[in-house]
DNA sequence: AAAAAAC
């Protein structure tokens, strides 16, 4: 494991930050619908809103650590050090905490059931140890006491929405795309004028040709392959400077690849210069967070993190951040994405701020997107906390939840944003957001964002951005699906990669179970029924639901993450596996990319993934900062095939097993993790 | 084809 160096500081990106104190404001997640909206909770065990005084007390902490941090950002309160639980020094606790409320491991029979749920909102009964759990949604009732000192803030800002323009998408600027030709034969096009393009070595622009042949984008070749073609090899002297280059295991795969795939284009120019810059990563990977440019609050606030010292994305793009660089980076699962590019960020905004002052109602400076809620809650829990330890602020803006709390926070003046396109412009559109003096913007899961639904939005909200803004791209997966963002809005883009990290090299332990479709649910009962925490994958909604609820119909305690939930539960549930309330997330692809969740061994795919790449996202949510994880993927035996191909696509060798109910390897798969005993 | 992202 060459660039897990620190594996110590494994965890910088699940930290939680510090909350300052928390308010009451809740209306977030009170429901409309909602029934016992304004009682206390029944003292009856047998009425549905039953709720033990016990859980009083505790029940504060029901809250998310984002959902306070939101809060209090809204409110514009200091964060207050009065962490209930530390930053990451709550793992370890957390498990002796999760047996004890979940009780332990027990086998699916034995768990003593109330009524089945009623699918609303709250499917309380089963679990005995979570009655409060339907609280959840309204979190008032609860922390009540509370509401005294804080005037509950109820949904005034429904009625805005009424005035809100109505968004059109038709003017949107792109427009002016008419005059290029390009979209055919788009990435050189804009190169042409653009002056970046002399010095800029990598962009094999000139042999494009490529591209012709490859009408039709494949998203199933992987970037990497192009980068044998690459027409870079000129720059390349660099090369000689650093030897690590060698040794990357990677880039031979690429070679590889690309040799077998050379109708590649463009990207792989893009994807060449990452190699190179791979290299210096390694190299500087002795150097502290102080040496690569960072000032010392921003440091310090790392170390507290976890992050003491930089892992080698981290080293390879921060250099260049602070150079206010365009980038390109990739850095596979659990790398430390997150902070590679919120540091700099951070340190590179500050700079430009220094010696003026923090006016109130300033204009956003920089802009982070995600493609999901969840990651852009998350990278907001590592960004904030980074921010505010200089003084700077963040918010997040999103979807699904009311705007008032937002669109305050961006009244009273943040330096920093937070969020995903569609609120995103939605705010633009209503003339709250004002993105016009944005300084620097971050796409986090690049690629995934070029994709056909996410393109077009990025592209109004970038058009929405200063020309010379600082663009920077993060993917694990990073291809050239990003050549279409790429070629109209940066310039001279630097790529970097961390050499050395193939699949080969992973901690992640991938295996292939084929089985019988109609011994699937049995199966899929014997893999979660286990002490780790396990996430697994369907690929609808609907399955989702329904694999949560069989789980729970045998006693395993599962919640259920997908886009058909309300934001409440969505945030709710992605919390309770965190906490370790539960040990089972069953989730579609909206938990596949970016998402950390801590000590998740295990990832089961009920449903295989059509795309290496999903394959590649979803394995990454275990085997995080260099920890160990397995990663079982069922498939039926027709789909063997197709299976074999897509591990080939992702560079990842996983043994295939024929498994029936009852055997022995399935015990062994679920077990194998953490402290199991019966091993 | 599905999922995600605004209301």
């Given at each position: ?210 591209r012709d042949d490859r009408p039709a984008r494949s998203f199933d070749d992987r970037p990497r392959r192009d ?210 003096e944005v300084q620097i913007v971050v796409l986090d899961e690049a690629d995934h964002m070029s994709e056909l ?195 080939e696509r992702a560079e990842i060798d996983a043994p295939f097993e024929d498994v029936r109910p009852g055997d ?16």
């Amino acid at each position: 494991m060459p660039k897990n160096k620190k594996p110590a500081g494994g965890r910088a990106q699940n930290f939680e930050p510090r909350y300052g104190k928390k308010t009451s404001y809740q209306d977030a997640k009170r429901r409309p619908g909602q029934s016992s909206a304004g009682t206390p909770g029944s003292k009856s065990p047998s009425h549905r809103g039953y709720r033990p005084e016990s859980d009083e007390a505790p029940r504060k902490n029901r809250w998310s650590a984002q959902e306070r941090a939101g809060r209090d950002e809204a409110r514009g309160i200091r964060s207050q050090a009065r962490d209930v639980r530390g930053p990451r020094d709550d793992r370890a606790p957390r498990d002796d905490r999760r047996s004890d409320a979940a009780g332990g491991r027990r086998p699916y029979e034995a768990q003593p059931r109330g009524d089945r749920r009623t699918f609303g909102d709250a499917r309380p009964s089963y679990r005995d140890d979570r009655p409060r759990r339907d609280f959840s949604d309204r979190p008032n009732r609860d922390d009540r006491p509370r509401r005294d000192d804080r005037p509950a803030r109820s949904f005034d800002d429904r009625p805005r929405r009424d005035d809100r323009p109505a968004r059109s998408f038709d003017d949107r600027p792109r427009r002016d795309f008419g005059d290029r030709p390009n979209r055919d034969d788009r990435p050189r096009r804009d190169f042409g004028d653009r002056p970046a393009r002399d010095d800029r070595p990598r962009r094999d622009f000139g042999d494009r040709p490529a591209r012709d042949d490859r009408p039709a984008r494949s998203f199933d070749d992987r970037p990497r392959r192009d980068f044998g073609h690459r027409p870079n090899r000129d720059d390349r002297p660099r090369r000689d400077d650093r030897p690590r280059r060698n040794d990357g295991p990677s880039r031979s795969n690429w070679a590889a690849e690309t040799a077998a795939k050379a109708h590649q284009d463009h990207v792989d120019t893009v994807h060449e210069r990452l190699q190179a810059e791979a290299v210096d990563a390694a190299s500087v990977a002795q150097a502290s967070f102080g040496d690569l440019g960072l000032g010392e609050n921003i440091v310090r606030q790392l170390e507290a993190l976890g992050a003491a010292s930089p892992f080698p994305i981290q080293a390879a793009t921060i250099p260049p951040i602070l150079e206010g660089k365009d980038v390109l980076a990739r850095g596979r699962t659990g790398s430390g994405k997150t902070i590679a590019f919120g540091a700099p960020l951070v340190e590179s905004i500050l700079r430009s701020q220094a010696g003026k002052r923090r006016e109130f109602g300033r204009s956003p400076k920089a802009l982070i997107l995600a493609p999901t809620r969840e990651l852009a809650l998350q990278i907001d829990r590592t960004v904030q906390a980074i921010a505010r330890s200089v003084g700077l602020f963040t918010t997040q803006i999103y979807g699904g939840v009311p705007q008032a709390r937002q669109v305050g926070a961006l009244k009273k003046g943040v330096d920093i944003i937070i969020g995903t396109p569609g609120r995103i412009e939605d705010l633009q559109n209503q003339g709250k957001l004002d993105l016009s003096e944005v300084q620097i913007v971050v796409l986090d899961e690049a690629d995934h964002m070029s994709e056909l639904g996410f393109l077009e939005p990025m592209q109004r909200i970038l058009r929405l951005v200063q020309d010379g803004a600082q663009k920077l791209l993060f993917s694990a997966t990073l291809d050239r699906e990003v050549a279409a963002l790429v070629d109209e809005f940066l310039v001279e883009p630097a790529v970097y990669e961390v050499a050395g990290e193939s699949q080969d090299t992973s901690t992640i332990d991938h295996r292939v179970l084929v089985l019988d479709h109609r011994d699937k649910a049995e199966i899929l009962n014997s893999l979660v029924d286990r002490d780790g925490k396990t996430l697994v994958f369907s690929r609808t909604r609907a399955y989702a639901e329904m694999l949560a609820e069989q789980f729970e119909d045998v006693g395993i305690p599962a919640v259920a993450l997908h886009g058909d939930l309300n934001q409440a539960k969505r945030t709710r549930n992605l919390q309770r596996l965190t906490d370790g309330k539960v040990r089972v997330l069953v989730a579609t692809d909206v938990a596949a990319r970016g998402i950390h969740v801590d000590d998740i061994d295990l990832v089961v795919q009920a449903d295989a993934p059509d795309e290496y790449k999903t394959y590649l996202h979803r394995s990454g949510r275990t085997g995080r900062a260099g920890r160990t994880g397995t990663v079982v993927t069922l498939v039926t035996r027709q789909r063997r095939r197709r299976m074999t191909e897509m591990l080939e696509r992702a560079e990842i060798d996983a043994p295939f097993e024929d498994v029936r109910p009852g055997d022995d390897l399935l015990e062994e798969i679920s077990g194998r993790q953490l402290s199991n005993v019966d091993a």
